[in-house]
């Protein structure tokens, strides 16, 4: 059972920048490719932001945060962040952290074993 753990959410202006953490419990940055996913509201799907596959060797990002977000991790914390920059009010949304198996990191939702409870992201405009 792997357990995550996202904070860095609140409130920010357009055009202003956060970093999402998501803590992982211990060995899981061993074999999961992790994701962020977000939903802007309950009656709206969760889509996917960006990913890195299980060696942390590749990354994928949405076509709407291409550029101005970029996930990381740092395999000695059990962290993976999400630097986001030059937010917009469409960003605004629950962001999730997602684990999967010897994942790719990619978009497909059903492939991801665990999340996190979410963190809540507001862009003003």
């Known amino acids: 059972q792997v357990q995550l753990v996202e904070s860095g959410g609140g409130l920010v202006q357009a055009g202003g920048s956060l970093t999402l953490s998501c803590v992982a419990s211990?060995?899981?940055?061993?074999?999961?490719?992790m994701a962020w996913f977000r939903q802007g509201s309950e009656k709206e799907r969760r889509e996917f932001v960006a990913?890195?596959?299980?060696?942390?060797?590749?990354?994928n990002y949405a076509d709407s945060v291409q550029g101005r977000f970029t996930i990381s991790e740092d395999y000695f914390k059990s962290t993976v962040y999400l630097q986001m920059n030059n937010l917009k009010p469409g960003d605004t949304a629950v962001y999730y952290c997602?684990?999967?198996?010897?994942?790719?990191?990619?978009?497909?939702?059903?492939?991801?074993?665990?999340w996190g409870q979410g963190t809540q992201v507001t862009v003003s405009s």
């Open positions: 990913g890195i596959n299980w060696t942390g060797g590749s990354t």
């Open positions: 997602a684990a999967d198996h010897y994942g790719k990191g990619d978009h497909l939702e059903y492939q991801y074993d665990f």
């Open positions: 211990e060995g899981a940055f061993n074999s999961y490719a």
